[in-house]
């Protein structure tokens, strides 16, 4: 299997922008059946440009509400992919999928590749929910993600940040608004839970889609050294954590099934300046390998999917 599918101008002349407007319906149809298209051939666009261009696919641009990693707005609509340190690699998943609110679609844009590494690895979701239920019966069907914030305190990113709003009645508010319990703790600590489905029925295809970021949130995610050092600091405060709906701990067998589905879907090209990439959130995984040099890889969002108007996956099979 190739991800993502290539799509490249066959004569020069258009510019970016002009030709993702006769192209597309091409490139909407392509990510529904094949959940990521690279478009490769065009110069570098000047700063602001990639916000026009992704547009042109996406429709109106959404905001980065609720996230679970680092990254600075550089224009309405547009981010910096994930802050994390260069040498860390960031696993496969798909965008907000914790949330009652996600994109349907995404757009990475390469204005600097790295000096080594930094690829975007992609795994098709659909694949993916296969190989998990046929390995492990035992794969949860719902998964409860935990939270501690505080700005500028400890690992994590602090709750102003999260919700994009300092304002703490605001974010009560976002959090009764999208079924997110929470509690303030006496130091100025947020702390929230919200059970989300492992997986959904994508509402275009009808296809079933693993569709959660519990591997990622669990503190093994780091290894073996982190998880015992996060746990040694935090015990059970952790600043991300991931469990079974009713509060119980993922069973390690499990989460090495989804991390081997993970990685046995994994695919990856490596950037080129000017790329273009487009992803269905839904059918398709995204992640970050670790690099070396400078990289510069901005990030837009489109199409918000509610989980209110998505079916969810109560049973495997």
């Known amino acids: 299997m190739t991800l993502p ?42 700063p602001g440009g990639f916000r026009e261009a992704a547009a042109v696919v996406l429709g109106p641009l959404m905001d980065y509400v609720e996230g679970a990693s680092p990254r600075s707005a550089v ?15 960031i696993a496969l ?17 390469c204005r600097r590749a790295a000096g080594s590494g930094g690829q975007t690895p992609l795994a098709d979701s659909r694949r993916i929910y ?16 935990l939270r501690h914030m505080h700005e500028g305190k400890g690992a994590g990113v602090g709750w102003p940040t999260v919700f994009a709003d300092d304002d703490p009645a605001a974010v009560e508010s976002y959090c009764r608004t999208h079924d997110i319990d929470f509690t303030w703790l006496g130091d100025g600590t947020l702390r929230t839970s919200q059970v989300r489905p492992a997986a959904i029925v994508h509402p275009v295809t009808g296809e079933r889609v693993w569709f959660n970021q519990a591997h990622q949130w669990h503190p093994s995610n780091g290894g073996p050294d982190l998880e015992a050092l996060w746990r040694e600091i935090y015990g059970d405060d952790l600043p991300m954590d991931a469990r079974l709906p009713d509060g119980g701990d993922l069973e390690p067998h499990v989460l090495e099934t989804i991390r081997a589905a993970y990685h046995a879907e994994r695919r990856q090209f490596d950037w080129q300046p000017g790329d273009l990439l487009f992803l269905d959130n839904m059918l398709t995984a995204h992640g970050r390998a670790a690099f070396t040099g400078q990289r510069e890889v901005l990030v837009a969002m489109g199409g918000p999917t509610l989980l209110a108007e998505v079916e969810q996956v109560g049973h495997h099979g």
């Open 5 to 46: 599918s290539l799509l490249s101008p066959q004569r020069s002349g258009p510019t970016l922008t002009t030709w993702l407007e006769r192209h597309r319906d091409d490139i909407r149809d392509l990510l529904r059946t094949e959940g990521a298209v690279l478009v490769r051939g065009f110069a570098v666009l000047p």
């Open 75 to 89: 224009g309405d609509g547009v981010y910096t992919s994930t802050e994390y340190a260069a040498d860390q690699v």
């Open 93 to 109: 998943h798909n965008e907000l999928s914790y949330s009652t609110r996600w994109p349907a679609t995404l757009a990475f844009y």
């Open 130 to 145: 296969a190989r998990v239920v046929a390995g492990c019966a035992a794969a949860p069907t719902a998964v409860r993600y």
